[in-house]
């Protein structure tokens, strides 16, 4: 096992304080180790590039169109 003294903010270190929490783990060694668990199987494993879960941030970011009924989407759209 690696043993490794690290300097976080303390943003990191509440994030990592409630992962610990949530998780009922020991120490923040355990909250580290499952994090990096998690983001291995959401980021590296999932198959999705890191590009693509950026855009995908600002699509759901951008405002919702509503269009009501199928009429409404015709006469918006233009269609027949």
Known sequence: MVKAIVEIDEEANKVIN???AQYGLKDKSQAINEMAKQYK???LESG???EY???LKKMQAAPIIRIGRAKDFRK???LK
């Open 53 to 55: 879960l950026s855009k």
């Open 18 to 20: 409630i992962l610990k």
């Open 41 to 43: 199987e959401l980021v």
């Open 76 to 78: 918006r759209y233009g």
């Open 48 to 50: 999705v590039r890191p």
